[in-house]
């Protein structure tokens, strides 16, 4: 999962490129980069958190009123600086791509684009082979100084693309002397948004990127999703060209309502918080059904994404809701951590239970997923160690069966906990009293049930197998496992 954005301006971008990264921190903290182009492309980027890589410094040589930028968590390739987004090329001419989401059929992909297109490839990124098919079908046609015959290139490459590419992708571009382009896979499986705003010279200031969070306080309004299929083009005066080049079935991740959206997003013209509400009330009735007699004393969630689920939670089961596990907030998530090493040693760490609110009690935890059980069964250890009488396990999803090939960076089958074992067992290993999953359709129900969208039906392939783009057979499946293994392990 990453965060991307581009905004084209009447002024530099270059420090609201910054605070978009800041407010799109929460879906990639393993390093970020900018770029904005001026005369030529001026570029920075580092490994870490947002505010440790840009200094004043390199802010103020950020020119220009055009940019991208990227916060990274690697889903593909490696580690490394050089793996680090925006990437750009001279040929034909400057352009320079963000990519949030994961291509499946890279390999493919690379092939072509060293042996046919005579391109040198630095990374094992995906994002990098992306950005020279684009530049290379956008390469196959003149270029005309014409916006509108500029633009019918562009739909012309990215058709192509979407012929070519399969996957998820998000993508934002910036083209010297051409401007702004973001589009947005056949699916859009990842989220994309637009946000306008009135400049003082009275045009409109553009911003696009995964999440509207930073559209508030950069003074923009929300316009719109960006369409599956569709691409958007802001030339170099800011006029606004869009097209939906193909008409399929729109399929965003849920899990992005599950857990990696911050909560005041509105993604796909769904509120992120609402429908965590939602999915609190469905769970509730769920366990009202099953555990009429079993209603605890406290509900308490796994900080800080369940918060939401937990309140309505407790307010549908008429029970008192509790912040009993501090989170320091200094800490990463333990998810976007790489390494398990480092996840285990962290739970401990940074959640501090309050015996005031546990000792005694039968308390509820409710978290957002299980995805390797190991954090829960620590969270369950540290409210037994501090008193708790019981303990019920209540989730937000479905069991997670299977790893996401479309951008989030999930543990293989093997190492999936409800791959591998019952619900029973995994009660077992928890070592609750009871647990509860929520079903797949109330999940989708809770996303699905208010807002003016167009959903046809989310993604949910990690808890139903069911891939979304057709080329998801077992054996890719295999074969995409064992190269985010090889990835991870850095070889
Ligand atoms: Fe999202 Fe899961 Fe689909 Fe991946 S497989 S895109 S995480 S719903």
């Not at 991208?68 to 990437?87: D, S």
């Not at 306080?217 to 080049?245: M, W």
Request: proline share 5%; aromatic share 8%.
């Amino acid at each position: 999962m990453c965060g991307i954005a581009g905004i084209h301006s009447n002024k530099p971008v270059a420090a609201e490129l910054y605070d978009s990264l800041i407010h799109l921190q929460h879906r990639g903290q393993d390093a970020a980069g900018i770029i904005t182009y001026k005369n030529r492309m001026h570029k920075s980027k580092g490994s870490g958190l947002v505010r440790d890589i840009f200094t004043d410094k390199k802010i103020a040589r950020l020119k220009g009123n055009v940019g991208i930028a990227h916060n990274r968590y690697p889903t593909h390739g490696g580690f490394g600086h050089g793996e680090i987004q925006p990437f750009w090329t001279s040929v034909p001419y400057g352009i320079a791509l963000a990519h949030n989401g994961n291509l499946t059929n890279y390999s493919e992909l690379a092939k072509t684009i060293t042996s046919n297109e005579s391109r040198y490839l630095n990374t094992d990124s995906d994002s990098e082979v992306l950005l020279h098919l684009f530049a290379d079908l956008l390469h196959n046609k003149n270029q005309p100084d014409n916006d509108n015959e500029f633009f019918k290139n562009l739909c012309y490459a990215i058709e192509k693309v979407f012929e070519h590419v399969q996957g998820a992708y998000s993508v934002v571009a910036l083209i010297i002397g051409k401007g702004l382009v973001a589009f947005r896979d056949p699916n859009g499986i990842r989220p994309l948004v637009k946000g306008v705003r009135t400049n003082k010279d009275g045009g409109k200031d553009h911003i696009i990127a995964s999440e509207n969070t930073m559209f508030y306080p950069l003074g923009f309004e929300p316009e719109r999703s960006i369409l599956p299929g569709e691409i958007v083009y802001i030339n170099h005066k800011g006029k606004e060209f869009n097209r939906r080049i193909l008409k399929q079935s729109f399929n965003p991740c849920i899990f992005e309502y599950v857990y990696f959206a911050r909560p005041d997003a509105t993604l796909n013209d769904v509120s992120v918080y609402r429908s965590r509400l939602r999915m609190g009330q469905n769970l509730a009735e769920k366990w009202k059904q099953r555990f009429p007699d079993n209603i605890p004393d406290i509900i308490i969630p796994a900080p800080s994404t369940a918060n939401t689920s937990a309140l309505s939670m407790a307010n549908t089961l008429g029970v008192r809701y509790s912040e009993g596990l501090y989170k320091n907030p200094f800490i990463g998530r333990t998810f976007i951590m790489p390494g398990q090493r480092a996840r285990k040693k962290s739970v401990r760490y940074k959640l501090t239970p309050q015996r005031t609110e546990i000792e005694g009690k039968t308390v509820m935890i409710v978290d957002d997923s299980i995805v390797r059980g190991n954090t829960s069964r620590e969270i369950v250890r540290m409210l037994k160690d501090f008193g708790a009488t019981k303990v019920y396990f209540a989730v937000a999803c479905p069991p997670v069966i299977s790893p996401c090939f479309y951008g989030v960076d999930m543990p293989t089958r093997k190492e999936l906990i409800a791959n591998n074992k019952t619900i029973s067992q995994i009660k077992n290993f928890l070592a609750v009293d009871e647990l509860i999953y929520q079903d797949i359709d109330s999940l989708s129900e809770a996303v699905m049930r208010k807002g003016d969208h167009h959903i046809d039906k989310p993604c949910m392939a990690c808890f139903d197998k069911k891939y979304i783009t057709s080329e998801m057979s077992i054996e890719k499946i295999n074969e995409l496992e064992q190269l985010r293994i090889k990835d991870r392990n850095g070889k």
